[in-house]
Every structure is written in C-alpha cells, then in structure tokens.
C-alpha cells in the first residue's frame, strides 16, 4: 500500500486549493483558527489526563481516609488493652494488699 500521510495526520482526500498570493484581512482571521482548532485539539488530548488526575486524586483521598480509620481502630484496641491490663494490675495490687494485711495481722 502506498498511502501518503501517517497514521495519526492522514492525507486530504478531494481537489487541492491553488495557493493564493494576496492577503486580506479575512485570511488573517482565517489564519488564526488553526491555533484555535489546535488549543481545542490540546484540550481535547488532556481531558483524559484530567480525568486520571482527578481519579487519582480521589483514590489518594480514599487511601487516606482508610489509614485514618486503620489507626483510629488501632488506637481503641491498644486503649481496650491498657485498660484490660490496668484492670489486671489494679487486681494483683489489691491481692497484694490483702494478702499483707493477713500476714501482719496473723
């Protein structure tokens, strides 16, 4: 096959213009429009970009928000645990209380 153009610019099919030699005002303005097709063509290309961006930035938010509720459940297992041991320790404190009061009173 011998196609001229690429893949991404394909060549124009159909009669080609002959070139003009003068410039009016309304080709300058006509000038300008394939800047214009070209930033709505860039913007067009970064919509997909934006969007990964802000998927992403939703995932980040997401990932977050989990290690904050990870650690606040870690912290009420610790503090369940403290004070378990707490507890444990109040109860040996007090058998060694009572277990000196029998001793010095016997």
Do not use: D, F
Request: proline letters at 7%; zero cysteines; charged letters at 30%.
């Amino acid at each position: 096959m011998n196609i001229p153009g690429t893949i991404g610019r394909p060549a124009q099919h159909g009669p080609r213009r002959p070139p003009e030699t003068a410039h009016t005002m309304n080709e300058l303005t006509e000038a300008r429009r394939p800047r214009q097709q070209l930033n709505r063509n860039r913007k067009l290309h970064l919509i997909p970009e934006a969007m990964a961006r802000s998927h992403m930035a939703a995932r980040v938010y997401e990932a977050e928000s989990q290690r904050m509720a990870g650690q606040l459940a870690h912290a009420r297992r610790m503090e369940r645990k403290s004070r378990r041991l707490h507890a444990r320790a109040e109860r040996a404190s007090r058998r060694a209380r009572r277990a000196l009061a029998q001793a010095v009173i016997r």
